[in-house]
């Protein structure tokens, strides 16, 4: 069994139509994800990657949506999410970048009062290993296995699942948390998961600078993780006050620092790579 998505997981792409959702929709199919669906206002009816387009989500309803991508432009995000709410879709992952910070806020606050599942914004979705992708990971670096990585950053997360592979360990569940100060999952939420979770034997957290995400994940692993868990820092060169590369990492009145989080992760028991190649001799 995998977390939050499995063979069986049938996904819906609002925004389909466009540059994103065309190109990414057509690699979901190719990993093995049943896409069912997509939706773009004004072009119902017509078809991509051989997928049936919809004018909104409430017409993919007869096709029984697990759980859709949302990758429209920025502005029109918050109206996508809560059409998605509306058809009662309970697992929403929001790709987009640069989607403002009160409409997340707001986005959040009915996906945890309806008990919706969100991931991200600007984040690289989530993957099965060779059973279901939704989101922008590359097909080729997967490999069936018992680790699970959860991770803010994109970019990372590929060069540590690819170090994994290569390396001949395979991977249970690959979550991209996302990189704006405010997203739908923390890295606690996805430990608790994680850690219930009967196809996951090792951990691998990767973090960045800003906010107290991986201070509150080393507090929560002391006391309710038993599996072993690894974890890399990036940004440990950022200068204070400056943003590097997402919204959400940034080192302001001395908080959020590489070293505040690499500290708090060693006071739990879990080894921090120096680098994301160091990853597989940790795990080992």
Known sequence: MSVLVDK???????????HQGKFHSG???????KVVAGTSPGKGGTEVNGIPVFNTVRETRHLNP?????????????DAAFEALDAEIPLIYIL???????????ILYHCRRKGVTLIGPNGPGVTAAMDCK????????????????????????YEIVGALTRNGFGQSTV???GGDPVVGLTFIDVLKMFENDEATNKIVLVGEIGGTNE???AEY??????????AYITGRSAPPGKRMGHAGAIVEKGMGTAESKIKAFNHAGVEVAEYPVDIPSLIK
Do not use: C, W, Y
């Open 134 to 157: 939704i989101g922008i990971m590359p097909n080729h670096i997967f490999k069936k296995g018992d680790i699970a990585v959860a991770s803010r950053s994109g970019t990372l997360t």
């Open 27 to 33: 690699e979901m199919l190719k990993f093995g994800t």
């Open 215 to 217: 201070e509150r994940a």
């Open 96 to 106: 987009t970048e640069h989607v403002p910070f009160h409409d997340t806020m707001e």
């Open 66 to 78: 697990d759980a859709t991508m949302i990758a429209v432009a920025a502005p029109f995000v918050k």
């Open 175 to 177: 979550i991209g948390l």
């Open 8 to 18: 069986e997981t049938r996904v819906i792409v609002q925004g389909i139509t466009g």
């Open 221 to 230: 692993i002391k006391s309710h993780v038993s599996k072993k868990v690894v």
